[in-house]
């Protein structure tokens, strides 16, 4: 008898451990009123949530929608752990969609942490109802529906206000020509949300309605790459400039060419500076800001005010530091006496402060600027600074 109940509670146990990840129904959620689809629905559900730590999602993805799906599927991956802390899915709403053979449904991640309840994630996923059972899409499509259309190149742009299209016509003009000097000429798509203001709303329209590693966060674009396809978002603030400030769009264009282990973020935002300005001041402004703001001398130690990121800038709120000022005065110069190749090779320079031999012996072979002479060169090009 003793053995008996041993063995049954070894069995209970082993059912609970491989039931873990599996979808816990919340009891308040709406279930289709058929019993048969709605145990089909979970079960689908519950299949499909497997199916993506082992990559294997696509039988389940609405074929129609299926590189907007990839990307929802991507950002569900590794969402069952995070540090020490273990994540369940739960099936929180269920919604019926009257204009389609579908439903809306919400899954969240939750565990617990100090006894406390630790909400990771929500997403939503449209269900679609076909012939030979239920298959899975974002709902990015579905959000999106209505918007206007333009493709300009190889760019696709959707947005809902016509008063979006000057900004993005300065847009398109600006990634086509940042693209060109960087060799790349991927198609995009880029949704302009006149709704979203912050990182929350933005990640809503594809699926993520709450993620809590970026919640609050108040950025003004995002994007994506799936199988080799980017989709970007931008936000309102974005979309309603009169005068398209770029400069984060060259970080961006340039990250997306250079692996993160080559790159010189101080060199591309220099560079972004060049061709864009900085905070909304033009170069020939963040120049003439250096000339009446910076007192300087034959004996000032630029190598020094270099590494620790001196500001020169008139406010506090928008800080112009003169790592970025000399790498914008090298790259003017670089690109004008050797093309943009050689700059290239100085966005490519890595990090100074982890490898401050490797930036150097690049700086050099470009340049002609090391560690020793670097105070005398920066003195010439602070000299030389066209008015
Ligand atoms: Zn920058």
Redesign the pocket.
Same mark, same amino acid.
């Given at each position: 008898m003793k053995k008996i109940l041993v063995i049954t509670f070894l069995f209970a146990t082993f059912v609970a451990n491989t039931q873990t990840n599996r979808l816990t129904v919340n009891p308040e959620v709406r279930l289709p009123k058929d019993s048969v689809e709605s145990v089909q629905l979970v079960a689908a559900l519950n299949d499909f949530l497997e199916s993506i730590p082992h990559g294997n999602t696509e039988k389940w993805i609405l074929p129609a929608e299926k590189l907007e799906t990839e990307l929802l599927i991507d950002e569900m991956k590794g969402m069952d752990k995070k540090d020490s802390i273990n994540f369940k899915p739960y099936l929180i709403n269920v919604e019926a969609l009257a204009d389609m053979e579908a439903y809306s449904v919400q899954v969240s991640y939750m565990g617990i942490h100090n006894d406390a309840p630790v909400l990771r994630a929500i997403f939503e996923l449209i269900v679609h109802k076909t012939g030979d059972g239920f298959r899975f899409s974002s709902p990015l499509l579905r959000n999106t529906k209505g918007w206007f259309k333009k493709e300009i190149d190889y760019l696709t742009y959707y947005y809902q206000d016509t008063v979006a299209e000057n900004a993005i016509g300065q847009w398109a003009s600006a990634i086509i020509e940042y693209n060109k000097k960087l060799n790349s000429n991927s198609p995009i798509v880029i949704y302009v949300c006149d709704d979203c203001n912050d990182m929350t709303c933005m990640l809503r329209l594809v699926g993520i309605n709450y993620l809590m590693d970026v919640n609050g966060l108040k950025w003004l674009a995002t994007n994506y790459i799936v199988k080799g396809k980017e989709f970007a978002i931008y936000t309102r603030r974005l979309s309603h400039q009169l005068k398209a400030d770029t @400069?984060?769009l060259f @970080?961006g264009r340039a990250n997306a060419v250079i692996p993160q282990e080559t790159r010189s973020h101080y060199m591309?935002?220099g560079c972004?500076?060049v061709y864009a300005g900085?905070w909304g001041y033009s170069w020939e402004e963040i120049r003439k800001m250096f000339k009446t703001g910076m007192s300087y001398d034959k004996k000032t130690d630029w190598l020094k005010l270099y590494f620790e990121r001196y500001n020169f800038g008139e406010d506090p709120k928008y800080p112009l530091q003169i790592t970025?000022f000399i790498n914008a005065l090298i790259i003017q110069k670089v690109e004008k006496e050797q093309g943009f190749p050689a700059v290239m090779e100085l966005l490519a320079s890595g990090n100074m402060y982890n490898d401050r031999e490797n930036f150097f012996r690049i700086l050099e072979k470009v340049t002609g600027i090391n560690e020793k002479n670097f105070n005398k060169e920066v003195g010439k090009l602070v000299q030389n600074i066209e008015e």
């Open positions: @400069h984060d @970080h591309i935002c972004a500076t900085s970025q």
